[in-house]
């Protein structure tokens, strides 16, 4: 027998099965949301996520490192989608007004529609394929259970951060120094996926 192999703690057929479900679930549960959003509105899920994220927050704003946070991102990628996003007039980026280093991220009006056009058919779809078909009691179970699971493989992050750092009160992106696309791309953020500090000015904030 291999090195190690007896120390193994292998899944017993109930947690195989729970464990497969789960897996099958989760890639067929988001292979759905992209399919529904690229059908109906030709958006990613992805990008949705972004723009939604953005709607909800305070003055519809959040720094980018705050919403690599929500949208569980890797700035790399979060820069890259921004930058699509910005080039279709939905999001703007702009620096913070205390902070240069600091970018803020802000839906405009354009991004705004798109959300309210794009939400109902999405929720639907959510609904549909989740809620509906859970019990009250199962529903809240469910949300113990994801609960733990996330705070195991992100102990440091909120599941939904309801205070964002970025101020509510802080200067409408036309009055700042707005960021055009491509500028800022990153490609690691102290903080979020990356052990190194960086000294050059990038999305990432400098808080």
């Not at 292979?31 to 949705?48: I, K, T, V």
């Not at 951060?161 to 690691?188: F, L, M, N, Q, R």
Request: net charge negative; aromatic share 4%.
């Amino acid at each position: 027998m291999m090195s190690g192999m007896t120390d193994t703690r292998w899944l017993d057929d109930e947690e195989q099965q729970t464990w497969r479900a789960f897996v099958a679930f989760s890639r067929l549960l988001s292979e759905a949301m992209e399919r529904q959003l690229g059908r109906d509105e030709g958006l990613p899920f992805s990008y949705y996520l972004i723009l939604a994220m953005l709607s909800e927050a305070p003055g519809r704003s959040l720094t980018m490192t705050e919403l690599a946070t929500v949208v569980r991102a890797s700035p790399s990628r979060l820069s890259h989608a921004v930058n699509k996003l910005q080039a279709n007039g939905w999001v703007v980026r702009s620096r913070h007004p205390d902070d240069r280093r600091a970018i803020i991220a802000s839906l405009t009006d354009d991004g705004m529609a798109v959300v309210e056009k794009a939400a109902p058919g999405h929720v639907g779809e959510v609904r549909r394929l989740v809620f509906d078909r859970l019990t009250p009691e199962q529903l809240a179970s469910f949300d113990d259970i994801l609960t733990t699971l996330l705070a195991g493989l992100d102990p440091d992050a909120p599941v939904c951060p309801d205070s964002p750092v970025c101020p509510t009160d802080a200067e409408p992106p036309s009055a700042a120094v707005e960021i055009g696309p491509g500028c800022a791309d990153v490609g690691g953020c102290p903080g979020i996926d990356s052990d190194e500090d960086s000294d050059d000015d990038s999305d990432c904030d400098a808080a």
